[in-house]
């Protein structure tokens, strides 16, 4: 097995022994299995390759530009897409094209854009809407305040279809700050269940602090470094896409 087969192994082994220890909780995302996102940004197509066949089968990427150079390289394997960056209005009708989940939507323009231009012949687009605890308007995510108006919107899109919430904290090495703010994102799901919300995905927590999100009951960690190691040097986002 290769290098990134074993990581996979060990990630995967780590996710289900976290989970197991939190099913006793009654929130109905504990009782959910953890799905790993292989987050492949700045990742060569052979590195996806060799994931893939050592088992995994969802990719996330940030880049439009990127990510479509990949899908094409990569078009014999069976790989279910996921877009996980910030998004430009302009991109949107490429990215409804092409993935089958969408985990960054935050904000209406976007989210109607994405279902306008949902191909008739492919499924429903997967949406989470990506929340912003901190409510500090430098970061990406919706305000908690506009998030039940933004859910409420999204529900009545005949070509999307709203599973959950994604958010991407402030990085921290400590563990229960971890815990605290993965917590938040946690509240705000519940609070839309509450509502009457229908949904199952939390797409919470990366490399460094996943086994804390799945302890606040992450149903989807992006993990990206801890698979694939290190970025490819010398890597760059086309400047475009940085927005």
Excluded at 50 to 55: D, I, K, L, T
Excluded at 221 to 231: Q, T
Aim: aromatic share 6%; with cysteine; charged share 20%.
């Amino acid at each position: 097995m290769t290098t990134i087969g074993n990581r996979l192994q060990d990630i995967l082994a780590i996710i289900h022994s976290t989970r197991s220890s939190s099913q006793s909780r009654s929130t109905s995302l504990y009782n959910q299995p953890v799905q790993l996102l292989a987050v492949s940004k700045a990742q060569t197509s052979q590195a996806i390759r060799e994931a893939y066949m050592a088992g995994q089968t969802m990719f996330g990427e940030n880049y439009l530009q990127e990510a479509l150079d990949k899908q094409t390289q990569l078009n014999d394997l069976a790989i279910e897409w996921h877009f996980i960056g910030p998004i430009q209005s302009n991109k949107t009708q490429p990215i409804a094209q092409n993935f089958a989940w969408v985990h960054s939507v935050d904000r209406l323009k976007i989210a109607q854009r994405l279902n306008d231009a949902r191909p008739a012949n492919l499924s429903p687009l997967q949406v989470c809407i990506q929340v912003n605890t901190s409510n500090e308007a430098s970061k990406s995510g919706v305000v908690q305040a506009e998030l039940m108006a933004l859910a409420t919107a999204i529900v009545q899109m005949p070509r999307l279809k709203l599973r959950g919430l994604m958010s991407i904290p402030e990085p921290s090495k400590d563990y229960n700050k971890q815990r605290s703010q993965f917590k938040q994102v946690r509240e705000c799901y519940d609070a839309l269940l509450a509502q009457g919300f229908a949904l199952d995905t939390l797409s919470i927590g990366m490399s460094d602090d996943y086994q804390a999100a799945i302890e606040e009951g992450s149903t989807i960690v992006r993990i990206g470094s801890a698979l694939f190691g290190a970025r490819v040097a010398g890597h760059k986002a086309l400047a475009s896409e940085l927005t």
